[in-house]
């Protein structure tokens, strides 16, 4: 299987237009210390050619032309056979509708995600106004198979594992599978990623299921829970926002770097992240602990 890492910022992206934080600022002074990212999504790909986005970012027009793709003989091609989502947060289902001309789109999420993009941000159904949308409900817990646009067996399949976090702000309901983590398996090699762009917070159970996967994208969002309130950003605290923080004895470094996954990276930071600027203590700290800070085109095939 591939993996593509489309986009590795939270949303906003990275720097973030209207933002001046100290990180931002290097971003944009000296990208060479801080690289621009695009907001969070990734591609994945049995063969190489016919791809599924994992989250559909506002970003998504320019992140799919990166992709590789079979020679294009007809006028039109559609470089996207399916969009996995993990949750329905406006940062990975506005490029569902930027897709619209596609005419023939496939969403794969969990009863609860779809509830939410139909009901409340009404991305579903503002995009089935352009599009014919193929809409597959998965449950919590069972494994299903990805099919192609054309309705054959792509040789993937996909797993949603509910995770702690928070329903989106315009969500009317708090419903089981708001937010998943996202399991990605070859069926051909057994080699599964496992794709959780956001976790509020790792138990054991979650844990030992992530130790299975060969390439684990976690939740970088933000370094420290009180990240915004020392930037005076907003009062929010990370973890009341659905993200668990990286550092500290309760953070997802200090578990993740237990895992035995052959690739750990960190993807969805959020632009006030101080692992985000080459050189400095924090991403010394990832990277001591065996993780990888995410960047844009970063390609894995396992
Ligand atoms: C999140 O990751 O928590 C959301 O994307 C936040 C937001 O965009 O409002
Ligand atoms: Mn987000
Ligand atoms: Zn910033």
Redesign the pocket.
Known sequence: MHVTLLGTA??GGFPQWNCWCPTCRVAREDPERAGPRSQSSIAFSADGVRWFLGNASPDVREQIAQLPHAEVTGVRHVPVEGIVLTDA???HTLGVTLLREGRRLQIVATPAVIHTIAEDSRVLPVTEAFATVKVVEVDLGNAVSLDYRDGSASGLTIEMKAVRG?PP?FARREEVGHTVAAFIRDTRTGKECAFVP?CGGLGPKLLARLDQAELLLFDG?FWTDDELARLDISDRLALS???VPISGAEGSLAALSQLKCRHKVYT?INNTNPMLIEGSEERAAVEAAGMIVGMDGMRFEI
Do not use: K, P, Q
């Open positions: 939270a949303g947060e406006l940062d928070d702000r956001g969002t926002m659905g993200h969805h």
